[in-house]
T-cell receptor, first 113, second 114 residues
Framework: SQQGEEDPQALSIQEGENATMNCSYK?????LQWYRQNSGRGLVHLIL?????REKHSGRLRVTLDTSKKSSSLLITASRAADTASYFC?????????????FGTGTLLAVQP | EPEVTQTPSHQVTQMGQEVILRCVPI?????FYWYRQILGQKVEFLVS????????KSEIFDDQFSVERPDGSNFTLKIRSTKLEDSAMYFC????????????FGPGTRLTVL
């Protein structure tokens, strides 16, 4: 079965710096999504990028997708202490019948004030 | 933003007991999902439910698990005889738009099996 892997597993930066997280996956996809999870809480959808897109922006978020390398990156610019959370990529496998999402292992981001 | 709610927020149970986790209230949606997240691990797909039937289930979703939509709105996950390893966060999600496959997740139920 497909597995997503994020790196780094943990990232600690200072407020105002940029944070970059990477995700790799193994099979063809319809799209890739990034979710955020605050400690012990639910998942919040951040951004979706389709398989035919290469880059997408939403506010301080920038997502890239390289389907040839089966990888994606999430960039958070001008980070804030409130950005502290776990970030997961999730893929929608191509050919899937039910739109289940396959999640990666996550990156724990800590933004120091 | 559309909401998904779940009850209870935290459930503590003894091993071997039955638990029912609920997604409430939901209306006018066709696709639902249950995921689980063991502490410190990634989110795993359990089952998808379309038009009141299971459409796909994972290896995790064995005979101890079942899903229902008993009254047309609530969406439940039942674990018949809980095991210690069932301790996890359980998330309900619904599909807002199939083409985009953006899923809206509930806040989760933390299940603790003692």
């Amino acid at each position: 079965s497909q597995q997503g892997e994020e790196d780094p597993q943990a990232l600690s930066i200072q407020e105002g710096e940029n944070a970059t997280m990477n995700c790799s996956y193994k099979t063809s996809i319809n799209n890739l999504q990034w979710y955020r999870q605050n400690s012990g809480r639910g998942l919040v959808h951040l951004i979706l990028i389709r398989s035919n897109e290469r880059e997408k922006h939403s506010g301080r978020l920038r997502v890239t997708l390289d389907t040839s390398k089966k990888s994606s990156s999430l960039l958070i610019t001008a980070s804030r202490a409130a950005d502290t959370a776990s970030y997961f990529c999730a893929t929608d496998p191509w050919g899937g019948a039910t739109n289940k999402l396959i999640f990666g292992t996550g990156t724990l981001l800590a933004v120091q004030p | 933003e559309p909401e998904v709610t779940q009850t209870p927020s935290h459930q503590v149970t003894q091993m071997g007991q039955e638990v029912i986790l609920r997604c409430v209230p939901i209306s006018n949606h066709l696709y639902f999902y249950w995921y689980r997240q063991i502490l410190g691990q990634k989110v795993e797909f359990l089952v998808s439910f379309y038009n009141n039937e299971i459409s796909e289930k994972s290896e995790i979703f064995d005979d101890q698990f079942s899903v229902e939509r008993p009254d047309g709105s609530n969406f439940t996950l039942k674990i018949r005889s809980t095991k210690l390893e069932d301790s996890a966060m359980y998330f309900c999600a619904r599909l807002q738009n199939r083409e985009r496959n953006e899923q809206f997740f509930g806040p989760g139920t933390r299940l603790t099996v003692l």
